[in-house]
C-alpha cells in the first residue's frame, strides 16, 4: 500500500499544480480584483479622511490643530452630545417597542401575523426625510394635532422631539427584524420543564426569554444607535436650530469649505459606529452557540387575554406606522397645505413633469437599478470565491474582514471620504467624481456587509463536497457555478437584489455630498423641496418613493415565485 501511495504522490501533485495554475488563478484573481474593489472604494477613502484631518485646505501639514479647534469650540462639543444624547433615547425608545412587537409576533396566537409584520416593515421603503416631513403636518405649527402636542408640554415639534420620533419611526423595522430572530431561536425545552414546575409567566420572561435574546437586544441597540447618530435626513428636515454631528459634518463642508474640520467631525462619528461595529461582531459570535441539534422549537399556545391584548398593542403600532406615510401621502394631493385643503394632482404632476425633479426620480430608478445588478454579482461572486476556493488562507480572512468593515462606516463619512479621495487631482479616478458611477460604487460599498453575511450564510448550506467533485471530474469551477451553485443560491441572490434596490432608492446620507447637477437623486430633491418650503412636491416625490420599491418588492415576490418553482425543483423532490 505505501509503494502504491508514493506512486500516485507524483501525479496528483502534478494534478494539484495543473489546477493552481489554471483555474485555481482565475479564481484568485476575481477574488483579488473584489479585495481590490473594496481596498479603493471603502479602505483609500477612509484613509483620506485620516489624512485631510491634519491637513489645511491647501493641503499643508497642520497637525493636530481642526482636533484642538474643534474640541475648543463650545457649541460643536454640544452637537456631539446631541447626537449622543438623542440617538441614546431613541434606543430607550424603539427597542423596547420592537422587542414587545416582536415578542407578540412570536410567543402570542395573535391573528393577522403576517399583516402585522408587512406593515411594521414598511419605514424600510421610505426616505429618513418622509417620516420629518409626516410628522411636521401632524404636529408642526400648522399641524393637525398641534394642541395635543402643547397638551404633552411641548411648544414644538422641531429640534430634538421630532428628531427622536422620526428616527423611532425609522429604525423600528430595523430593530424588530433583528429581534424577531433573536426570539425565534428559543428552544421550547426550557419553557416545557417551567411549566413542568409552575413557573409563574413573568418569571420565565425574566429568567427565559430575556437572557436568550440578550445579545439580540445588544445588537439591535448598537444598530438603532448607529443609525441615528450617523443619519442626516431627518435632522435637516426636522431639526430646526437643534444641532447634530451629522448635520455639522454637512455645514463644515457644504456651507463652509472647511474640509479640515469636516473630516475631524467624520472621525467623531466614525468612532460610535466602530464601538457598535465591535459590539455586534462579538455580539454575533456568541449567538452561535444559543440552539442545540436537540432543541425543539418554541411554540406558543392561545392564551384568549393575553392574545387580544397583543393584537390590541400590533393593530395600535401598525396604526401609527401607518398614519405617518398616510400623511405623507395625504399630504402629495393636498393643493396648498394648509390653506386649500382639496385633492389635486398637481404636485405628482410637478414631481413627474418637471424637469428637474423628474430627472431626480428617473436618476433614482437608474441608480438603484445599478446598484441591484452589480451589487448583488459583485457581492455574491466575492461571498463565493471567499468561501469555496482551495489556499489563499491569508487572503480569504482579509477578505472577509474588508466585506464586514463596510458596517462600521456611516453613510455620511463614506461619502465625506469620497470627496477628499476621489476629488484629488492627482487621483487616475478622479474622472468618477460627479458621475453616476461613483454614486453606484458608494452604495454598494455601505450596504456590502449585509449582503455579503446574506451571501454566506447562503452558500454555507452547501457541502464543500460539490466543488471537491467537480475539481476531481476536471469540471470549471466557474461551471459549477452557474450550473449548481447559483441555482441553488438564487432565493438569497434574489433577496440580495431586492435588498439594494429598497436602500438605493431611500439613500441620502451617502450620496448627500457625491451627486451633480446631472446626478441629483430623489432623496437629495425632496430635501431640497423641503427646505424650499415645497411640502406637496416633496411629500409627492417621497410618496414616489415607497410606492416604487413596493411594486418592486411585489415583483421580486411573483419572479421567485416563478423562478425558485424552475430552479429549487430538487426540494421538493428531496421532501418526497
Excluded at 447626537?83 to 396566537?109: D, E, G, H, M, Q
Excluded at 443560491?489 to 451627486?515: K, Q, W
Aim: with cysteine; charged share 10%.
Amino acid at each position: 500500500m505505501s509503494a502504491r501511495a508514493d506512486t500516485l504522490a507524483g501525479p496528483v501533485a502534478a494534478l494539484r499544480k495543473q489546477s493552481l495554475s489554471g483555474e485555481d488563478l482565475i479564481a484568485r484573481g476575481v477574488l483579488l480584483a473584489v479585495m481590490l474593489f473594496l481596498v479603493l472604494f471603502l479602505l483609500a477613502p477612509m484613509a483620506s479622511i485620516f489624512v485631510r484631518a491634519v491637513q489645511d485646505n491647501d493641503g499643508n501639514f497642520v497637525g493636530f490643530t481642526h482636533f484642538a479647534d474643534y474640541l475648543g469650540n463650545p457649541a460643536l462639543l454640544n452637537a456631539a452630545w446631541n447626537s449622543v444624547w438623542v440617538a441614546s433615547s431613541v434606543v430607550l425608545i424603539s427597542v423596547p417597542l420592537a422587542f414587545t412587537f416582536a415578542y407578540a409576533l412570536t410567543r402570542s396566537c395573535a391573528p393577522f401575523k403576517g399583516t402585522f409584520r408587512l406593515i411594521a416593515l414598511i419605514p424600510l421603503l421610505a426616505p429618513s426625510l418622509l417620516s420629518a416631513i409626516a410628522f411636521i403636518q401632524w404636529f408642526g405649527n400648522q399641524g393637525v394635532l398641534k394642541p395635543l402636542l402643547e397638551a404633552l408640554g411641548l411648544s414644538t415639534i422641531y429640534g430634538a422631539p421630532g428628531i427622536i420620533l422620526s428616527e423611532v419611526y425609522n429604525t423600528f423595522p430595523h430593530a424588530l427584524m433583528i429581534l424577531l430572530t433573536a426570539l425565534s431561536l428559543a428552544d421550547g425545552r426550557l419553557y416545557e420543564a417551567a411549566d413542568s414546575f409552575g413557573t409563574s409567566t413573568v418569571r420565565k420572561f425574566f429568567t427565559i426569554t430575556l437572557p436568550s435574546c440578550k445579545y439580540g437586544l445588544i445588537s439591535a441597540s448598537t444598530v438603532v444607535f448607529t443609525y441615528v447618530i450617523s443619519d442626516f435626513g431627518a435632522p435637516k428636515v426636522i431639526g430646526g436650530n437643534f444641532n447634530v454631528l451629522s448635520l455639522d459634518v454637512f455645514k463644515q463642508v457644504v456651507g463652509q469649505q472647511h474640509f479640515g474640520r469636516g473630516a475631524v467631525v467624520g472621525l467623531l462619528l466614525l468612532l460610535p459606529s466602530i464601538a457598535s461595529f465591535l459590539i455586534d461582531s462579538r455580539v454575533r459570535r456568541k449567538l452561535r452557540a444559543q440552539l442545540s441539534a436537540r432543541s425543539v422549537p418554541y411554540t406558543a399556545k392561545p392564551q384568549r387575554g393575553f392574545d387580544a391584548l397583543m393584537t390590541g398593542y400590533c393593530a395600535l403600532v401598525c396604526t401609527l406606522l401607518l398614519a405617518v406615510v398616510g400623511m405623507a401621502i395625504w399630504t402629495s394631493f393636498i393643493k396648498l397645505w394648509p390653506y386649500d385643503l382639496s385633492l389635486s394632482l398637481h404636485h405628482y404632476e410637478f414631481a413627474l413633469l418637471d424637469g428637474d425633479l423628474a430627472s431626480a426620480y428617473t436618476n433614482s430608478l437608474k441608480m438603484a437599478l445599478c446598484v441591484a445588478f452589480f451589487g448583488s454579482l459583485t457581492v455574491f461572486i466575492g461571498a463565493y470565491l471567499t468561501e469555496k476556493t482551495r489556499g489563499l488562507e491569508v487572503i480569504r480572512p482579509l477578505m472577509h474582514l474588508l466585506a464586514m468593515l463596510s458596517m462600521a462606516v456611516p453613510g455620511l463619512v463614506l461619502g465625506l471620504g469620497y470627496i477628499m479621495f476621489f476629488n484629488h487631482p492627482n487621483n487616475p479616478l478622479n474622472f468618477l467624481y460627479s458621475t453616476m458611477t461613483i454614486l453606484v460604487l458608494s452604495v454598494i460599498v455601505h450596504y456590502y456587509t449585509s449582503s455579503h453575511l446574506t451571501a454566506v450564510t447562503a452558500l454555507k448550506q452547501i457541502d464543500n463536497e460539490f466543488e471537491a467533485v467537480s475539481a476531481s471530474l476536471k469540471v470549471p469551477f466557474y461551471k459549477t457555478f452557474f450550473r449548481v451553485t447559483l441555482p441553488v443560491c438564487l432565493p438569497a441572490v434574489l433577496e440580495i437584489a431586492r435588498y439594494y434596490f429598497v436602500v438605493s432608492m431611500a439613500t441620502l446620507s451617502g450620496v448627500v455630498f457625491l451627486y451633480s447637477p446631472d446626478t441629483i437623486l430623489a432623496a437629495v430633491a425632496i430635501m431640497n423641496l423641503d427646505e424650499a418650503g415645497d411640502i406637496g412636491p416633496a411629500a409627492a416625490l417621497a410618496s414616489l418613493t415607497v410606492l416604487t420599491s413596493v411594486v418592486v418588492c411585489l415583483l421580486y415576490a411573483l419572479a421567485t415565485r416563478v423562478l425558485l418553482r424552475k430552479t429549487q425543483a430538487w426540494r421538493n423532490v428531496a421532501r418526497h
